[in-house]
């Protein structure tokens, strides 16, 4: 009686969070999918029901199929990019816990997960520049020729996974450095006694243990890429703010859809997609992780 009285208790304690969560979250994804299967332009109250064409036209669209591939190229290069580098400089800080400068690399780190992200993507628009960047400038001493970084299809994709991965970066050192923490000190010495080297260590001993780390920060890291938006708008915008085309990715087609062309339902079944592609690899990387933890 007493246990079904605390659970009864814990129930409604809860439930005001449930309830805001439920509003806030499922509630959107509730009507996104509603409104994917009806065509609506936003200004009529009518909303009639037109099944699956939604998707069936998604599947000829040459823009949606641009948007697709680009924001698949950059959240996976971001991925590439963030794990084996957090994963490196977050051993190295943990090595200098004793050094009077580790909060200073910690902070160092962590600045650009936490910096606006408009005026830093203003600031890598200027470093990526045709004309005044300073990496042309750079590269220039080597004798390359200046780039077009912001203006070819293929270096400004390259540039939008640079801005990404250099504000992914922090976060994902934060959580490797606490898992390092957390990492029994015993077996280091007892692989430091066999005559294991600190490359042997990080390698057998720090990856298997870190891998619940490595999923969490690879599921956040995977989604945060696939709903990149500003970092692509504000690096191929033209002199006048318009929004280049070089870079084209899911969440600026969905808004294109909905605010200029009055789809809202067609943008509504691009957001369905983006939904399930992030589930299905959310799931696989679940799997992978756990089956290759179970295994070792």
């Known amino acids: 009686m007493l246990t079904r009285k605390r659970w009864i ?5 809860i439930l005001p969070t449930l309830a805001i969560f439920a509003w806030v979250r499922m ?6 999918l509603r409104l994917s299967l009806h065509k609506w332009d936003i200004l009529s109250k009518k909303k009639p029901f037109i099944g699956l064409a939604n998707f069936q036209e998604l599947m000829g669209d040459r823009l949606f199929q641009e948007a697709l591939l680009n924001t698949t190229i950059i959240a996976f290069g971001v991925l590439i990019i963030t794990i084996p580098s ?21 902070t160092a780190v962590f600045i650009p997960h936490v910096v606006s992200l408009v005026p830093a993507a203003m600031a890598w628009k200027w470093i990526f520049d045709a ?16 780039q077009a970084w912001l203006f070819d299809p293929v270096l400004s994709v390259v540039c939008v996974i640079v801005l990404c ?7 994902a050192v934060l959580i490797y450095i606490v898992g390092f923490k957390s990492l029994p000190v015993s077996l280091y010495e ?14 057998f001993l720090s990856i298997p243990m870190l891998k619940p780390i490595t999923l969490y920060v690879s599921v956040v890291t995977l989604v945060s890429g696939f709903n990149v938006y500003a970092q692509a708008f504000v690096l191929a915008s033209d002199a006048q703010g318009a929004p ?3 870079v084209r990715v899911l969440v600026l087609d969905m808004l294109e859809n909905s605010f200029r062309n009055y789809r809202v339902g067609y943008a509504a079944s691009e957001a369905v997609v983006l939904l399930a592609i992030v589930l299905v690899l959310t799931l696989i990387q679940f799997t992978l992780l756990r089956e290759k933890g179970g295994r070792s």
């Not at 957090?86 to 910690?106: C, D, K, N, P």
């Not at 960047?133 to 020729?145: K, R, T």
């Open 9 to 13: 208790f814990a129930m409604l304690a």
């Open 27 to 32: 509630y959107p994804i509730a009507d996104t």
């Open 86 to 106: 957090a994963m490196v400089i977050a051993a190295l800080i943990f090595h200098r816990t004793r050094s009077r400068f580790a909060g200073f690399y910690e």
């Open 131 to 146: 004309r005044l960047g300073p990496l042309n400038a750079f590269l220039g001493l080597f004798g390359i020729q200046p």
């Open 165 to 171: 991965s250099w504000q992914a970066l922090g976060y």
């Open 190 to 203: 007892a692989a430091k006694l066999d005559g294991a080297s600190g490359p042997q260590s990080f390698w």
């Open 244 to 246: 280049g085309r070089q």
